[in-house]
């Protein structure tokens, strides 16, 4: 399992041009603020177009400029997790969890409620309501929500940046059960370097919009 990405495009004043090969297991795109992190997780998410570049993620091609190959965010099975775990608010944490499961076709899935449930801690927590769990439960949930949808790669947006050290320390095993055992591509942004040392096992740093090392 690999991604590999090669992306250039302005926004405004700002250049940026970034390339990279990834593997299974949690790569740290790192680097200061502004530097151009995010832009390049929405880059591969879809939701923001490279003026010129490709994005591969396990031999599938989600963006090439030259080729005229633009996949739609829906169609590239990619799963997305925000500072803020953005969870529907009306919905049951277990419900939350299957939405994204119930839209992938059973042949494209690999993770199941199951598995996902006791990976992540979450059984005693199916029946709340998101407003019932703290930020660092939450956020579990949101990272089970996106496994459940059984993304090629996971993209995390500094995840942690929300919570308190308490709630890091509480997530922290989580994550690195998710990295050790699902064995997906996850791609995490950070600027916080002990999350880098505690979690990455290879570490892309990026300032003003290039890769630094």
Known sequence: MSFDVDVETRLGDFALAVSFTASAGLTALFGPSGAGKTSVLNMIAGVLKPARGRIVVEGAVLFDSAKGIDLAPDRRRVGYIFQDARLFPHMSVERNLLYGYALTPPEARYAAPDQVTALLGLGPLLARR??????GEQQRVAIGRALLASPRLLLMDEPLASLDAARKEEI??????LRDEMRIPILYVTHAEAEVNRLAGAVVRIEAGRVAA
């Not at 998101?130 to 930020?135: E, F, I």
């Not at 922290?172 to 059960?177: G, K, L, N, S």
């Open 130 to 135: 998101p407003q019932a769990l703290s930020g």
């Open 172 to 177: 922290f095993p989580y994550i690195e059960r």
